[in-house]
Each structure stands twice: as C-alpha cells, then as structure tokens.
C-alpha cells in the first residue's frame, strides 16, 4: 500500500484486517508454535505489521494498541487507530474458528469506522462498516452469546428473563459479528474490556443498525485515558429497550 494512493479509512482498515489475518494464518500453518508460544507469536508478528502500517499511512493520526505500550500523546488526538492483532489469543492459539482481528478507527471518541477480520469463518471474512448489509430475519427467543469460559451472570440473569438461549464463543469479536451475521441477538458483557476489545467490532455493529451501548444505556466513548471499559451491550435494536 502506497502513501501517495490515499485510500478511505473504511478501505484502508479492511485491507489491514485482511493483511493481518493472512499473515496469522500463515503463522499458524506454519507448525513453528504451539498453543501460547502461538499466540504470542501471532500478536507480535500482526502487531508490527499493523503499527507500521498506520504509521506509515496516517502518520497524524493517534495510535492504541493491546500489545504495544500507551503512548499519551494519543489524547491529543481527534483522530485515533484502536487496534487488536489477535483478539482471542486464547482460541488463536487453541486453532479454534472464534477469534478475530479488530482495526478500528476512533474520531472525537465515536467508534466511527471499523473492520472486523473472522480469518477461520467462511474461508476467512472481513466484516466493515463501510459497506454494511441488511440484517437477517430473527428468531423470537433471543439468543445471547457468552463467554465459552466465564460466562456472566448478569448475562444469564437477562437470558433468563427475557427467555433467552445462552450460545458460548470466544473472543469478543466473534461474538459481536455472530450478532452481525444473525447467528444471536444479543452480546451483554459485563466482566469488563478494554478499548481495542470492542471498537472496530462497535464501529460495524452499529454501521449494520444494531445497538450498541454500556449495559446501562449510556454510550460508549473511546481514546480515554483509562482504556477500561466495565460493560458492554450489543444487540438487535428490537431488544434493547427492555
């Protein structure tokens, strides 16, 4: 990718999240690592790749990155890159189907565009927020998706009482998009993340019409000085009032 070829910010991240996931799998396919020393190695390799990147591409802009240190100088910034290289190292690692690539761009605190790459679903996909398509049909009881691991209580609580399915996944991204490609209707999270766990997946939920919010309604702002964030509501708008 040229510097003098200016591209969308949309384009720019789809390619990024299609780069980053054919470099990961051939990472993976390569049988060099194994389990955590695999997904250690994932991340270092698609977080150089895409620091790099942006740097080159948008050198103005901010950065915040999961595996590189915080820089400050990012919250001077109108316009911030938030990125997760591999998110779901876990199931990376374990070379299951339910991890992602997260590239996301953040302008004045609004997940304003994103990508999402699902590089073991459907031959490998990149979900963005420049180009949404319409929403699936639903079914009436809600599907809610959690943690394959650790799921919520409150999660299970609200299932419970809206008479919902609970569907275990992975990674934050994958569960996000399941909601995006009708797989569920709602992805509550209330165990806490952080920025680049949820950005680019906000940024085309909410390109694709869903709700998205902290659990209490209010929104969701992003390059904050604490990159914490405790909950997490996506779903289809159908569902979001009660």
Partial sequence: MSKSRMISDGELAAQLAGAARRLLLQVRDSGTFEGKALGSAGDAMANQFLCHAIRHLRPDDGLLSEEEKDNPERLSKGRVWIIDPVDGTREYGEERADWAVHVALA???????????????DGGIVLRSDKPQALLPMPERPRFLV???????EAQAVAAALGGELVPMGSAGAK???VVRGEAEVYLHSGGQYEWDSCAPVAVAQAYGLHCSRIDGSPLVYNQ??????????CRPE????
């Fill in 176 to 178: 996000a998009m399941a």
């Fill in 147 to 153: 943690s394959r691991t650790r799921p919520a209580r």
């Fill in 107 to 121: 302008v004045d605190g609004v997940a304003s565009i994103g990508a999402v790459a699902l590089p073991d679903l």
């Fill in 225 to 234: 000085p604490n990159t914490y964030m405790p909950d997490l509501m996506i």
């Fill in 239 to 242: 569902w979001a009032k009660r």
